[in-house]
C-alpha cells in the first residue's frame, strides 16, 4: 500500500457500553470490551493490535464518516455534536461512539486530488 494522500479526518471509535448485560461473551463475536478503541482516517479502523472493528458495525459507521467527509453534521443525524455520534450495532450488544478529528488537509474531491484518466 502507498498511501498518497493525506485525509481530512481522523476517525476514533471507541467501546462505551453493552445494551444488555455486563459482558459481550456469547454476544459479540469480535469480543468488544468497554473502552476498547479503533482508528482510522480512510481505511476501516483497527484498534491498537491491529485488529479490525466489525464488520457489521463498519457498515454503519461508514456513511457516518461520509457524511462528514462531505461536511455534514452529525447532530442532524441524531449525533451529540457536529463530529460524535453514539450507535449500536447491528446486532444490539455493543454502543460504540464514533468521533470525527478535522486535520485541516484538503477535501479529496474540491482539492484537485481526483483527476480522470
Request: net charge negative; proline share 3%.
Amino acid at each position: 500500500m502507498k498511501k498518497w494522500y493525506d485525509e481530512e479526518y481522523e476517525f476514533k471509535v471507541e467501546v462505551v457500553g453493552y445494551l444488555r448485560g455486563d459482558r459481550t461473551e456469547n454476544y459479540c463475536r469480535n469480543g468488544e470490551e468497554i473502552g476498547d478503541q479503533y482508528t482510522c482516517t480512510y481505511g476501516c479502523p483497527v484498534n491498537q493490535d491491529g485488529y479490525g472493528i466489525c464488520s457489521k458495525t463498519m457498515m454503519m459507521l461508514y456513511p457516518l464518516m461520509e457524511a462528514v467527509r462531505s461536511g455534514g453534521d452529525l447532530e442532524n443525524l441524531g449525533g451529540e455534536g457536529k463530529y460524535t455520534k453514539t450507535i449500536v450495532c447491528p446486532d444490539g450488544c455493543v454502543i460504540f461512539r464514533l468521533t470525527a478529528k478535522p486535520l485541516g488537509n484538503q477535501n479529496f474531491h474540491k482539492g484537485g486530488f481526483w483527476k480522470e484518466l
